[in-house]
């Protein structure tokens, strides 16, 4: 891999899990089938279910003050997501939204508070897993606070390659088609913004585009930039 450190591979929170473990958790969920473009839950709404994704992917974003849409996470295959407020009697802090046709295995709060009382080791794993969403959340708006929008596109596209990166002669493909509004709606910027950012890393060839994805050259100047640490890669991810 040229001018780039080892890809390090995401494994998702599902396939962390002991077989055994992951039959438990099956056992005590419904397995639905939700189509692109519908709600799972809205921002404000009463949350009552955790979701694991089979297949498919689902978008969580918040609404701004000023009413514009702001993406926080892209979940994939293997990963849960829901309301981690679930246990706590608040309402839902985001907006959840099937992007692309979706196969869940949904879990009621009931039967989760059942399951973590009769397996510990699976309480555990989730409770690690509230703690990374928590601090991967965190850290998205840490960037955009810190380092502005430049900082925060960015940040961005290293959460990208880490989620949906593969080697490449040049570097790290994001292997997920994104428009430059995609990205803008990440950082919570226009899409004259992004288009200014992504030319001027072209121009410094650290980034081109090969049949709509992007190709990073040089992972580790947009890590330079944004002074990346060594946190585990489950948190820098999107």
């Given at each position: 891999m040229k001018n780039n450190e080892t890809l390090k591979e995401y494994t998702p929170f599902f396939d962390q899990l002991r077989d055994e473990d992951q039959h438990t958790l099956l056992l005590h969920g419904q397995e639905v089938f939700i189509r692109k473009g519908q709600i799972l839950?809205?921002?404000g709404e009463e949350a009552n279910h955790l979701y694991l994704i089979k297949s498919g992917q689902v978008r969580l974003s918040?609404?701004?003050?000023d009413q514009k849409m702001?993406?926080?996470h892209l979940k994939q295959k293997g990963d849960v997501f829901g309301e981690y407020c679930l246990f706590n009697d608040m309402s839902a802090s985001m907006t959840s939204e099937v992007v692309q046709d979706a196969t869940l295995i949904r879990f009621d709060k009931k039967d989760l508070e059942a399951l973590f009382s009769q397996h510990g080791e699976i309480a555990v794993a989730f409770i690690k897993l509230f703690a990374r969403n928590t601090q991967s959340t965190q850290a998205k708006f840490s960037d955009l606070l810190l380092y502005g929008k430049t900082g925060a596109f960015y940040s961005i596209l290293i959460r990208f390659a880490n989620?949906?990166?593969v080697s490449h002669p040049k570097g790290i493909r994001i292997n997920k088609k994104l428009t430059n509004q995609d990205i803008a709606h990440f950082i919570g910027t226009s899409r004259e913004t992004i288009n200014r950012l992504l030319n001027d890393l072209k121009q410094d060839n650290i980034v081109y585009m090969e049949r709509g994805y992007i190709v990073l050259t040089n992972i580790n100047t947009l890590k330079n930039y944004v002074q990346c640490g060594k946190c585990p890669l489950e948190i820098c991810t999107i």
């Open positions: 839950f809205y921002e918040k609404m701004t003050i702001f993406f926080l989620s949906y990166g």
